[in-house]
């Protein structure tokens, strides 16, 4: 078992890669990380003595300062290595550099130079490592106006705040899921390393586009999902990771649970549960009093529960999190909850007759391979 740490695990990368390897413990030990170990050197040199790989993501992306950016970098890069070499350990190590490396700024300079000490080190050492160019990241709970541009039109489309786009340029683009499962192939790799290596690593991406184009899908999700319920079409998974990322800046606590427009004539009652442009499988079960389905969570897969009949309660909790938010729903006015990626959930039966549940769930995936994960909320 491959004892891995992540400097920079509170990070939007970092808390997606540990989470990640969470999901594979018969191959994986995670060595805790805090920002305050930087500060402790103790702790930071008992970090590094424990680990087999070390990923350093932790590094400032923006500051009113550029300088700041730079010696911040760099500081966290000669801090790591007197770690190592103080407790005279030599882990394989992953460092997350940039496309920006290249440009004439103070971000990309730390990047370049950053890098450039590890290589050093890691020669002088006979150690291995690995300096990862990586392209622009988005994806779920990236930080508004400072991980991403994407999380930022998010943030704004969803509270009421109109984007703008600054510079329409072409961007390379990689979804955090797929950098996560490059990193684990890296990090897989090391068990059969016969020898050190040293390697630079341009990290393919998954999109090239222009920024007004990205802005122009978000839009129309905000305008097809958020304010009238359509699932849109989603062409590929690029699609699929842009719409699962918009869909985690919705304030889940008040958008939900969305009441449904019920047609009632002498016949009964017609109730339309999902309006959708995708595929995917429709399903409905019945539970009986307290009785509780689900308690696990999705990485990829979007998934929306409609109660028609009876009383239920609905738990999510995102994970690596303590806050449960409770939906309760009731035939009489039916309404439905949409699943968000990496929230634990699941449904409670909390009236005294039988529940009925519909779901639908996409599976664009290959329904095969699995992506579902227990855990309680």
């Known amino acids: 078992m491959l004892k891995i740490g992540i400097t920079g695990q509170a990070g939007f990368v970092g808390t997606h890669l540990y989470h990640t390897l969470g999901l594979y413990p018969d191959e994986f030990e995670r060595i805790p990380f805090e920002d305050a170990?930087?500060?402790?050197?103790?702790?930071?040199?008992?970090?590094?003595?424990?680990?087999?790989?070390?990923?350093?993501?932790?590094?400032?992306?923006?500051?009113?300062?550029?300088?700041?950016?730079?010696?911040?970098?760099?500081?966290?890069?000669?801090?790591?290595?007197?770690?190592?070499?103080?407790?005279?350990?030599?882990?394989?190590?992953?460092?997350?550099?940039?496309?920006?490396?290249?440009?004439?700024?103070?971000?990309?300079?730390?990047?370049?130079?950053?890098?450039?000490?590890?290589?050093?080190?890691?020669?002088?050492?006979?150690?291995?490592?690995?300096?990862?160019?990586?392209?622009?990241?988005?994806?779920?709970?990236?930080?508004?106006?400072?991980?991403?541009?994407?999380?930022?039109?998010?943030?704004?489309?969803?509270?009421?705040?109109?984007?703008?786009?600054?510079?329409?340029?072409?961007?390379?683009?990689?979804?955090?899921?797929?950098?996560?499962?490059?990193?684990?192939?890296?990090?897989?790799?090391?068990?059969?390393?016969?020898?050190?290596?040293?390697?630079?690593?341009?990290?393919?991406?998954?999109?090239?586009?222009?920024?007004?184009?990205?802005?122009?899908?978000?839009?129309?999700?905000?305008?097809?999902?958020?304010?009238?319920?359509?699932?849109?079409?989603?062409?590929?998974?690029?699609?699929?990771?842009?719409?699962?990322?918009?869909?985690c800046y919705l304030d889940q606590a008040s958008h939900f649970p969305v009441k449904l427009v019920q047609h009632a004539d002498p016949r009964g009652v017609f109730v339309e549960t999902i309006k959708l442009g995708v595929g995917g499988q429709v399903s409905f079960s019945t539970t009986v009093p307290g009785i509780t389905r689900g308690n696990h969570y999705h990485t990829r897969k979007i998934e929306r529960f409609t109660v028609i009949k009876g009383r239920a309660q609905i738990q999510l909790r995102k994970i690596g999190t303590d806050e449960v938010l409770n939906f309760e729903l009731d035939g009489s006015e039916p309404a439905y909850v949409d699943m968000p990626i990496w929230y634990t959930h699941n449904i409670t039966n909390i009236g005294d007759d039988e529940l009925y549940t519909q779901f639908w769930i996409n599976e664009w995936y290959d329904p095969t391979d699995g992506d579902t994960y227990f855990e309680k909320v």
Request: hydrophobic share 35%; proline share 5%; glycine share 4%.
């Open 37 to 247: 170990f930087f500060e402790q050197p103790d702790q930071l040199r008992t970090f590094v003595g424990q680990c087999d790989v070390v990923v350093h993501l932790a590094a400032m992306n923006r500051h009113s300062d550029p300088q700041v950016i730079y010696n911040t970098n760099l500081r966290l890069v000669k801090q790591l290595i007197a770690a190592m070499e103080a407790e005279q350990v030599s882990p394989h190590v992953l460092f997350s550099s940039s496309t920006q490396e290249e440009r004439d700024n103070e971000y990309g300079q730390s990047k370049r130079e950053g890098r450039q000490l590890l290589e050093q080190w890691v020669k002088a050492n006979k150690a291995s490592f690995t300096g990862m160019v990586v392209p622009n990241v988005f994806g779920p709970f990236g930080q508004p106006f400072y991980n991403s541009f994407i999380a930022t039109f998010c943030h704004q489309l969803t509270h009421g705040e109109t984007p703008e786009v600054q510079q329409d340029s072409a961007v390379r683009l990689i979804y955090v899921g797929n950098l996560c499962q490059h990193l684990l192939a890296k990090i897989r790799s090391v068990r059969g390393l016969a020898s050190p290596v040293v390697e630079r690593d341009e990290v393919p991406y998954d999109l090239e586009s222009n920024v007004s184009s990205i802005l122009n899908l978000l839009s129309r999700f905000k305008t097809l999902y958020a304010d009238q319920g359509f699932i849109p079409e989603l062409k590929n998974s690029n699609d699929i990771n842009l719409f699962n990322t918009f869909r």
